[in-house]
């Protein structure tokens, strides 16, 4: 995740930007990827996650050493709880000492 801070004149150009691409007829998805890559420079890195369904190697092994390490480790999803949770046992972000609070909204 990563932030910029525009001006007006910056998001209007670049909506106006999206809007031509958008019409066009030939090389629609070529167009928006340039002007979605023009404006995507200068972020501030704010962090980073990547997760996939199978764990990786080492990735309970990393998890544990960088808790053991002080770090803290958070969890961010959208699956299930009981997902979430089984995921969440199985590469060692949780263990059976915790305590784990579910929150849920609309």
Known sequence: MGMRIITDDEMKTFLENVAIAE???D???EKL???????ENGFV??????????LQTDVPNTIHDL???GIKVWMLT????????NIGYSCRLLDEEFHVYKLETD
Do not use: C, I, W
């Open 23 to 25: 019409k066009s007829l």
């Open 27 to 29: 090389d629609r998805e």
């Open 33 to 39: 990827e340039e002007v979605y890559s023009e404006f």
């Open 45 to 54: 890195l704010l962090g980073a996650t990547a997760v996939e369904d199978k």
């Open 67 to 69: 808790r053991r390490g």
């Open 78 to 85: 959208g699956d299930k709880f009981e997902t979430a949770e």
